[in-house]
Nanobody, 124 residues
């Protein structure tokens, strides 16, 4: 099992920035990919970004490219999501996820472990 704890959410004005963190514990040797998803009220959970725990370029949803940056600190078993130029449409619960496979995928079904989420609210 891998346990995930997110932090860094909050309330920010449009155009502002937030940095989310997700710390993994437990069987961290099984991590292949760490990613972020988000879910707005009344909507399905959607892929935001993911990064391989080894080599390779990160992946992003089209809606966040150029505004969000995912990064990792393998020594700390932590993944970050730097969110800049936030828009009201980015308001959602943000969830960290771990995939045991090494290839980045965007489907929820491809991820094996999930955190409890952290809320991001962007006011206009």
């Amino acid at each position: 099992q891998v346990q995930l704890v997110e932090s860094g959410g909050g309330l920010v004005q449009a155009g502002g920035s937030l940095r989310l963190s997700c710390v993994a514990s437990g069987r961290t040797y099984s991590i292949g990919v760490m990613g972020w998803f988000r879910q707005a009220p009344g909507k399905e959970r959607e892929f935001v970004a993911a990064i391989s725990w080894g080599y390779g370029s990160p992946g992003y949803a089209d809606s966040v490219k150029g505004r969000f940056t995912i990064s990792r600190d393998n020594a700390k078993n932590t993944v970050y999501l730097q969110m800049n130029n936030l828009e009201p449409e980015d308001t959602a619960g943000y969830y960290c996820a771990v995939r045991r496979g090494g290839k980045i995928v965007t489907a929820m079904s491809g991820y094996d472990y999930w955190g409890q989420g952290t809320q991001v609210t962007v006011s206009s």
